[in-house]
């Protein structure tokens, strides 16, 4: 059997990788693998200087993201990984790279990177398909905590994030990712990038969170408005909002013509809205936690 560093010091191809240690893609998991070196190290080029700099990596699967990583001068690279076949590949790596890669069987969903990582802190990842937009948001609800953050999802995902107001793919994703950062499509990839090629393209778009944040009461009180709001999207937000109690009234405040749909309005409008239902002693209770 191969050694997964020959003489030189090099790691085995990705391809043998995936062969050695049966890292059949699973659906389940959401998994695509990429496996296109060369795709690998331009990803990683999307977070900018890495220097100095703790990064979480989710779903690393056989390796190839974390071995471009790996390529520039971090601080350090967590991969939180939950499928345990794909242990014995990482642990390779880690090995090839002492003190510079821990490797954690972890549902990324459970790990707090916030708290586990030092600053300055990144993620940058190709995400499971399956659990992308709910660590988006559990990441945006911190965003204060994070550099940057340089993810991969399917291609509809990344333009639900990017999406100006009064277009196809605006909604509440859009809303909350703009409210809180700069986010911008870094670079798009074909089913073929990946094995097994997905149904559907894929997109990694880089978030840069801005320098002031929303506090946890403005942020639950955002999720409350944006969930109203877009939740029936043809309705006017008289009525989109009345679940909210005195939606008149809070539109009013705001500026807002009743009549409008929350596809119509921008985030500034959307800001207004939460800070003025928050203000009105509304969110106390009622928003999700």
């Given at each position: 059997m191969t050694s997964a560093c020959d003489a030189a010091g090099s790691l085995t191809p990705l391809g043998e990788v995936v062969r050695r240690f049966g890292l059949d893609a699973r659906k389940a998991l959401g998994q695509h693998f990429l496996l296109d070196e060369a795709v690998c190290r331009r990803i990683a080029l999307l977070p900018g200087d890495l220097a100095g700099r703790h990064v979480l990596e989710v779903g690393p699967g056989p390796g190839g993201l974390t071995r471009a990583l790996l390529a520039h001068p971090l601080a350090h690279l967590t991969a939180v990984e939950l499928d345990e076949r794909a242990l014995a590949a990482l642990a390779e790596v880690e090995a090839a790279h002492p003190g510079r890669l821990t490797v954690l069987r972890q549902d990324a969903r459970h790990f707090h990177g916030a708290t586990e990582l030092p600053a300055p802190r990144q993620v940058v990842a190709n995400l499971p398909y399956n659990v992308g937009t709910p660590l988006l948001i559990g990441w945006l609800r911190e965003a204060a905590a994070w550099e940057r953050l340089t993810l991969m999802f399917q291609e509809e995902v990344a333009f639900r994030i990017t999406a100006a107001p009064g277009t196809e793919h605006y909604g509440r994703l859009a809303v909350l990712s703009q409210w809180v950062a700069t986010c911008s499509i870094g670079l798009r990839l074909p089913p073929g990038a990946f094995r097994p090629p997905p149904k559907v393209h894929s997109a990694?778009?880089?978030?840069?969170?801005?320098?002031?944040?929303?506090?946890?009461?403005?942020?639950?009180?955002?999720?409350?408005?944006?969930?109203?709001?877009?939740?029936?999207?043809?309705?006017?937000?008289?009525?989109?909002?009345?679940?909210?109690?005195?939606?008149?009234?809070?539109?009013?405040?705001?500026?807002?013509?009743?009549?409008?749909?929350?596809?119509?309005?921008?985030?500034?409008?959307?800001?207004?809205?939460?800070?003025?239902?928050?203000?009105?002693?509304?969110?106390?209770?009622?928003?999700?936690?």
């Open positions: 990694v778009v880089v978030l840069t969170p801005h320098a002031e944040q929303p506090p946890p009461e403005l942020f639950r009180a955002m999720e409350r408005i944006t969930a109203a709001a877009f939740g029936q999207r043809r309705k006017m937000l008289r009525g989109a909002l009345k679940p909210l109690g005195q939606a008149e009234a809070l539109l009013s405040a705001c500026g807002i013509a009743p009549e409008r749909r929350a596809e119509e309005l921008p985030v500034s409008a959307f800001d207004a809205l939460a800070r003025a239902w928050l203000a009105r002693g509304e969110e106390a209770g009622q928003a999700t936690p």
